[in-house]
């Protein structure tokens, strides 16, 4: 009998595409998680997904979805400047929210989201799946326990070429294109959680022919002389790795550094350890499982990865495309 501790939380999905279909696949191996719903803007896409993923309704809207009275918790899957209306109004409705990342386009829209959560006392999660695997806690860990000694340099990539197409949300300004908020977040994000807001930021980015940086480089600078150099583009396959170097040791977090990947402990010069984490799932199944802990326990955040967090997290991309002129539509409202 299902007893609170492992009641069946049913979840629905906003959106078809390319993250929808990979959390749905992280879903399945959570044997407490069931995915009910599905909500596209189209009712025939809807039906395709639900049928690929064996979901019992297909709705033809987004606003179905968000008063369905069968749902608990809804994952939004739709390009960046969607993030905060699509929250909104799940929220409204009284539905738990774990969103995906960029959480929102700027400041503003994420202050919006989390008055809206605190206001209506739900659930509020931005997913980022990064922060819950098994290779970010024990890189936090191998950081603490001073192994490496003090870490005093990061270097992280992700470069992922994409074939331009100016209509793809990659490249297309109005649905938040970028090599910043797609790909790029995933180094600032580390760096913000292992070193937290850099005293300066230098950021050289390519803008393309959309207007929106196909590539970006950036260093952070800490008053103690801690530096920190990024890297994210859709114009080269970069080697997608961190590198976490301290005064008696680095860390290498492995290609797809992001991902379910390994780690490499260098002591010294040469004596390097593999350490392989153990992973179930495909990744996505962690933030998944981390969102049910809360519910079932009753909180309307995560203390993994709190609203205060996302909200430092978006306010460092607002500074960063201050530095590089990066504008968009949801700007204008400021
Ligand atoms: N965590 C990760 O690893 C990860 C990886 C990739 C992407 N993401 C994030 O997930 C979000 C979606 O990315 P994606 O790669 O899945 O994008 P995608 O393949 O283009 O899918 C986006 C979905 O959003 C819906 N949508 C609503 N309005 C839309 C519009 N005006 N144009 C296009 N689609 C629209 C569409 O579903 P319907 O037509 O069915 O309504 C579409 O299938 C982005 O914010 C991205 O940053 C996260």
């Known amino acids: 009998m299902a007893s609170p501790d492992n009641k069946l939380i049913n979840w629905g999905i906003i959106g078809t595409g390319w993250i929808a279909e990979k959390f749905a696949q992280g879903l399945s191996v959570l044997p407490d998680a069931k995915l009910k719903a599905v909500a596209s803007r189209s009712v025939d896409r809807a039906r395709k997904f639900a049928a690929q993923y064996h979901i019992d309704t297909a709705h033809g809207s987004y606003e ?34 774990l969103c995906e990342k960029p959480f929102a386009m700027n400041e503003r829209e994420v202050l919006q989201m989390i008055s809206k959560a605190r206001e209506k006392k739900t659930f509020l999660m931005e997913a980022f799946w990064t922060r819950f695997l098994p290779s970010i806690e024990k890189t936090m860990e191998l950081i603490a326990s001073g192994e490496m000694g003090a870490v005093r340099h990061i270097s992280s990539d992700f470069g992922v070429w994409r074939p331009f197409d100016p209509s793809h949300r990659a490249f297309n300004k109005l649905l938040g294109g970028g090599s910043l908020l797609d790909i790029g977040i995933y180094p600032v994000f580390l760096t913000l959680l292992l070193w937290g807001e850099p005293n300066l930021i230098s950021a050289v980015p390519d803008i393309g022919s959309t207007v929106v940086d196909e590539s970006l480089a950036l260093i952070f600078k800490y008053d103690d002389g801690r530096i920190a150099t990024l890297f994210s583009s859709f114009t080269v396959n970069s080697t997608v790795e961190t590198h976490i170097c301290g005064t008696k040791g680095r860390l290498k977090l492995n290609r797809w550094w992001h991902c ?7 002591r010294g010069d040469n004596e390097t350890q593999r350490i392989d984490p153990s992973y179930i799932g495909n990744g996505y199944n962690y933030e998944a499982e981390e969102v049910m802990r809360c519910l079932r326990a009753g909180k309307t955040e995560s203390s993994i990865l709190p609203l205060g967090f996302s909200l430092r997290l978006i306010r460092l991309l607002d500074r960063i495309r201050k530095e590089i002129g990066l504008v968009y539509a949801a700007d204008e409202h400021e």
């Not at 179905?64 to 909104?88: E, G």
């Open 64 to 97: 179905q979805i968000a008063l369905d009275p069968d749902i608990d918790v809804i994952y939004i899957a739709t390009p960046h400047p969607y993030h905060c209306a699509n929250t909104l109004m799940c929220l409204e409705n009284g539905k738990a929210v």
């Open 260 to 266: 379910p990947a390994s780690l490499e402990l260098t």
